[in-house]
């Protein structure tokens, strides 16, 4: 990969300190729309598509881990050098710039609203108290906490590694306790696209891992956090370690849903709730709802802060209170999810639209991640190395393939 800059060994305790960026990550991609989708996926299509949770957590390894590497080398986030790198072809960067701002917008309004009415269900679950009412409740709670908390996204990454791992460990004793064919498995990791919609969740499956706005997140968190080249294998560290325990919570609903739940119907997770009964009793409902409440939580708080930090980017906005363009942006994601979320909406439909759209942005974004650190004038001796390159290329590819297919099959 990149060619380091010291061979410092860092201690046990300066690793866990460093996972915080890659915590907000996890926290933004693992959301009720990881849950549905990975609870599709495997009641509609059993093991065979595990290899998707598979090929995402190696891209998003090495997507993320580039985009935290640009924002350490350079000091600027992932936007701002998209902007500086093409200002000598105006053109080109406009359409490149309007692509992902419109993109990654539609995007968010779409994921706030299925974030906010599918932590609604887990709590109206335990509760009992209307999806309707709690959403809208719950979208104001996560509008105060960003707008009004001091420096909220230290805490924020605190928040959402304990919901990560709070979610590892439910999806994980739910996928042992239901003891799935270990045959099938294995044989699921082996790529294979079903027919009657396998080319959607394939995609469904990899964008909602492989975030576009989250290389803009991580971008700025990294360079926020770590100020000099010889922090990469701290950076690389709280990347990978992160993106894995991610990448295992996906896994496990994929699993566990192929497991008890082929050939049914999937409206939202917790309609796994009531196929988990006869294994785990009483405790289905709450275990699927705890799990649901952290998947929302984590994924509700940085949508808006996705949003907000690529259109900071693109058109030179301060990334903090200070500059209102920011904030309202901020608040405009969020009370457009209130609104939604009051609405009724179907969280399933909003989800697959997200989705859809960031499918159709993701290649750009890979790309433009992979040119950039490629290239000399940008990265200097950090830029990739022939390895990362390669994978780089393999994912922008496959990223590509993919989001055509999604796109002409609308029509």
């Known amino acids: 990969m990149a060619e380091q800059s010291s061979t410092k060994q860092y201690t046990l305790k300066e690793k866990l300190g460093a996972l915080g960026p890659g915590f907000l990550i996890v926290g933004s991609f693992i959301g009720p729309g990881t849950v549905t989708s990975s609870t599709r996926a495997g009641a509609n299509y059993g093991f065979q598509l595990f290899w ?6 190696i891209a998003v ?3 993320q881990g580039m985009a935290a590497r640009l924002g350490i080398i350079t000091q600027k986030d992932l936007a701002q050098n998209l902007v500086d790198d093409f200002a000598d072809r105006p053109a080109l960067r406009n359409i490149l710039c309007g692509l992902v701002a419109i993109a990654i917008a539609i995007g968010g309004f779409a994921y706030m609203g299925g974030d906010l009415t ?13 999806t309707k009412i709690i959403a809208p409740i719950w979208g104001c709670c996560i509008l105060l906490i960003l707008n009004f908390a001091g420096d909220a996204v230290k805490y924020l990454e605190k928040l959402l590694g304990f919901c990560v791992i709070l979610m590892a460990v439910v999806f994980l004793v739910t996928m042992f306790i239901v003891k799935p064919d270990l045959g099938e498995l294995f044989a699921g990791c082996v790529p294979t696209i079903p027919e009657n919609g396998g080319i959607m969740t394939c995609l469904s499956l990899i964008g909602t891992t492989v975030v576009p706005y989250n290389m803009f997140l991580h971008a700025a968190s990294a360079k926020r956090t770590w100020h000099s080249p010889e922090e990469l294998p701290l950076c690389n560290f709280g990347t990978t370690v992160p993106m894995i325990i991610g990448g295992i919570v996906t896994g496990a609903i994929l699993v566990t849903s192929a497991t008890v739940m082929r050939g049914m119907s999937v409206n939202n997770a917790m309609d796994m709730a009531v196929q988990l009964e006869p294994t785990l009793g009483s405790l289905a409902q709450p275990f699927m709802a705890i799990g649901l409440v952290a998947a929302g939580i984590s994924s509700a ?3 808006p802060m996705g949003v907000s930090y690529v259109l900071a980017g693109l058109f030179g906005w301060k990334t903090d209170r200070s500059d209102k363009r920011y904030t309202i942006t901020n608040a405009a994601v969020l009370v457009t ?15 697959m639209t997200a989705q859809a759209v960031n499918g159709i942005v993701l290649p ?6 992979v040119y950039l650190t490629c290239r000399d004038s940008v990265m200097g001796k950090y830029k990739n190395g022939p390895v990362a390159t390669a994978l780089g290329i393999a994912i922008f590819a496959i990223s590509l393939i993919l989001g055509v297919s999604s796109f002409l099959g609308v029509f």
């Open 52 to 57: 998707c949770i598979i090929f995402s957590v």
């Open 61 to 63: 390894i090495v997507v």
């Open 118 to 130: 599918g932590t609604a269900l887990g709590i109206s679950a335990l509760t009992g108290i209307p």
């Open 301 to 303: 708080v940085c949508t």
């Open 337 to 351: 999810g209130i609104i939604i979320a009051a609405l009724g909406t179907n969280p399933l439909a909003l989800i």
């Open 364 to 369: 750009v974004v890979v790309g433009v991640t």
